[in-house]
């Protein structure tokens, strides 16, 4: 079975942990698109574990993991990251983590150049709320085949390789020597780096496609991970404040290296209210008063897992779900932090736009999304802990009121519920896999 866990919204939905259940009963995890540029959250007895590059079923020992096709990766980050949880207990090894030898490597000079940009832009006022790790400027070069895969650390030896690295060398020099009069870096220098990454990531590198399609015919079960959330998608998100890569179910498949293969679910995972990290039109964080927002960031803990800024934040916004969901298909969604709206005693929920006093009927990422004014509907709140209940029966009538008030507006039946943080913390409502 192959099933895609993907955001409905700008990101930071919880996908880490609905992925974590999931890896329970899936022999494979794929991450499929994007980099080190966004975290999932997995809270285990082990404590609370921020995975940047890691597919959220490393945490499980029967898993195996796979960074796909679709990724653009920075090594040495990945290095500090397997560091960091082996030191944990973890155990990361060839048997249990693959990158694909067609994934994009994010180069050294990736990090400087994004950074490079944004200061440029932010002096005016127009930066993009970069995460300035190299992203966008990794996933240029792939589409300029300007930059290496990671396939070719297996090839430094052969002049072919060798001849396109000082290629690429040269562009780039080019590039941060004469716009941003940066300091230009040498062939040698470099080659010497990729040996490096060749000799600690060999043994990982391999064709994740043949290991992936003998899995799926195989009958294994398979769930592809996605990074950010349908807003954040490069073609149908809210450009040109998205990422990179395409976050869509649709591109699930193709991303993690079996491209011939259809998805049986996908999974669609939303927060119970909005949040948004980075810049962009985000009409939830209008709905309410400052002192509203700044009372749930600090009850939702929203900081962001990759880059500890803080969230922006809202009540939840049923016109951007509704587009999310078209986007990505679901045949199943997570609500996830139900439990941190406890503290309310009314809820907000964004049942529409205004623009200039006339109703806006949906969301549309090529409109004045800057300047809609939120139309809000309030709901009772239920004033009470969650996290011990067991099923759907046992949660407050108004939490129960609440969900069914979503789906309602969505269309679309919510399967599960979390609870917590912990795995344990959840309940079941309806046909879930």
């Known amino acids: 079975m192959l099933t895609a866990v993907t955001g409905i919204n700008w990101g930071d939905e919880g996908k880490g942990r609905v992925i974590d259940l999931l890896a329970e009963n899936a022999d494979v995890v794929a991450r499929y698109q994007g980099g080190n540029n966004a975290g999932h959250t997995v809270v285990t007895e082990q404590g609370k574990f921020i995975l940047n590059l890691l597919p959220s079923g490393i945490l499980h020992p029967d898993v195996t993991c796979v960074l796909g096709t679709g990724m653009v990766i920075d090594l040495d980050h990945l290095a500090g ?256 932090k139900l439990d941190v709206l406890g503290c309310m005693k009314e809820i907000p929920v964004i049942t529409g736009y205004k623009l200039d006093g006339v109703e806006v009927l949906r969301f549309d990422p090529l409109s004045d999304l800057d300047r809609v004014e939120p139309v809000v509907t309030m709901l009772p709140g239920w004033q009470k802990d969650i996290s011990g209940c067991k099923s759907w029966d046992e949660l407050p009538r108004e939490a129960r009121a609440y969900v069914e008030f979503l789906e309602k507006q969505l269309g679309h039946t919510i399967q599960f519920v979390s609870t917590g943080a912990e795995r344990e913390k959840f309940v079941l409502k309806g046909e879930w896999l």
């Open 81 to 336: 990251e397997m560091q960091a949880i082996e030191a944990r207990g973890v155990k990361i090894g060839p048997e249990n983590l693959k990158l694909s030898d067609k994934a994009t490597i994010s180069m050294p000079w990736h990090k400087v150049q994004d950074g490079l940009e944004e200061d440029r832009l932010a002096k005016n006022g127009t930066a993009f709320g970069s995460t300035r790790r190299g992203i966008a400027y990794a996933y240029s070069d792939k589409y300029r085949k300007k930059t290496l895969r990671l396939g070719d650390l297996l090839h430094l030896d052969e002049e072919r390789t060798q001849n396109r690295l000082r290629m690429v060398l040269d562009s780039k020099n080019m590039e941060l020597a004469g716009c941003y009069h940066q300091e230009k870096m040498s062939y040698d220098a470099l080659l010497n780096w990729c040996k490096q990454q060749a000799e600690r990531f060999a043994p990982f590198i391999c064709d994740v496609g043949a290991f992936l399609q003998q899995a799926h015919d195989s009958g294994k079960r398979i769930v592809l991970e996605a990074q950010l959330g349908a807003m954040r998608d490069i073609d149908y998100g809210i450009f040109p404040f998205t990422s990179s890569s395409n976050t869509l179910a649709a591109y699930a498949p193709l991303g993690a290296g079996i491209p011939n293969c259809k998805l049986d679910h996908v999974v669609g995972v939303l927060k119970a209210y909005s949040t948004c990290v980075g810049a962009g039109p985000f009409a939830a964080e209008n709905a309410m008063d400052e002192d509203w927002n700044e009372q749930l960031r600090k009850a939702g803990g929203e900081y962001g897992a990759a880059t500890g800024r803080p969230r922006r934040v809202g009540p939840f916004d049923c016109v951007a779900s509704r587009y999310g969901l078209a986007c990505q298909g679901a045949d199943r969604i997570a609500l996830t």
